[in-house]
């Protein structure tokens, strides 16, 4: 079973703050993602990875920045925290368009 | 770039009733794979059901869908509603890139 854990899983931040959500997969997969899970706007792609060293935009790039270290980990960050950005975010980590993503456990983020 | 359509944002239902959630997608490649994902409640989402075959009906935990390439459409259906398929489901095309992009989610709620 694909393994992708979140960590952490819950967090309040400032405005103004600085915010790193990290993400790790155990499964050799190439490809990466960071999610945001709104009401009414379903799961909206921030930032992908596929392969270490690499991070592209997604749909709704603005306000954050991603980092892909290593095969296993992705993070994304946020330098300057706004309650706009209170959500929930999910990663995933997929190996090509013919097979699944699989999602981590999601991190909900609150920014006061 | 590629993109899908949920018709519906949120459909009610009474137990027993059939099930039918759209999704229509764009996309110029011309062999897509496409994906039912489903959430519950406090949960990730996770793989539904999938197909890349034009035509071809694929089944998957009483549910069931075509991937009608002429209509690009791959319609999510069940014969019977229970009320465990309360859940939020999401379509999502796999389009030839690395990128992953989910359309804006279906929320189906079953009453007794």
């Known amino acids: 079973e694909a393994a992708v854990t979140q960590s952490p899983r819950n967090k309040v931040a400032v405005t103004g703050g600085k915010v790193t959500l990290s993400c790790n997969q155990t499964n050799n997969h190439n490809n990466m993602y960071w999610y945001r899970q709104d009401t009414g706007h379903g799961l909206r792609l921030i930032h992908y990875?596929?392969?270490?060293?690499?991070?592209e935009k997604g749909d709704i790039p603005d306000g954050y920045k991603a980092s892909r270290p290593s095969q296993e980990n992705f993070s994304l960050i946020l330098e300057l925290a706004t309650p706009s950005q209170t959500s929930v975010y999910f990663c995933?980590?997929?190996?090509?368009?013919?097979?699944?993503?699989?999602f981590g456990k999601g991190t909900r983020l609150t920014v006061v | 770039g590629d993109s899908v359509t949920q018709t519906e944002g949120l459909v009610t239902l009474t137990e027993g009733l059939p099930v039918m959630l759209n999704c229509t997608y764009q996309?110029?490649?011309?062999?897509?794979?496409l994906f039912w994902y489903v959430q519950h409640l406090n949960e990730s989402p996770r793989l539904l059901l999938k197909?890349?075959?034009?035509?071809k009906r694929t089944e998957h935990q009483g549910f069931h869908a075509t991937l009608h390439k002429s209509s690009s459409s791959f319609h999510l259906q069940k014969s019977s509603a229970q009320l465990s398929d309360s859940a939020l489901y999401y379509c999502?095309?796999?389009?030839?890139?690395?990128?992953?992009?989910f359309g804006s989610g279906t929320r189906l709620l079953v009453s007794p």
């Open positions: 990875s596929y392969g270490a060293g690499s991070t």
């Open positions: 996309t110029i490649y011309s062999n897509p794979f």
């Open positions: 197909s890349f075959t034009d035509n």
């Open positions: 995933a980590s997929g190996d090509g368009v013919v097979t699944e993503v699989f």
């Open positions: 999502a095309p796999g389009t030839g890139g690395y990128k992953v992009v």
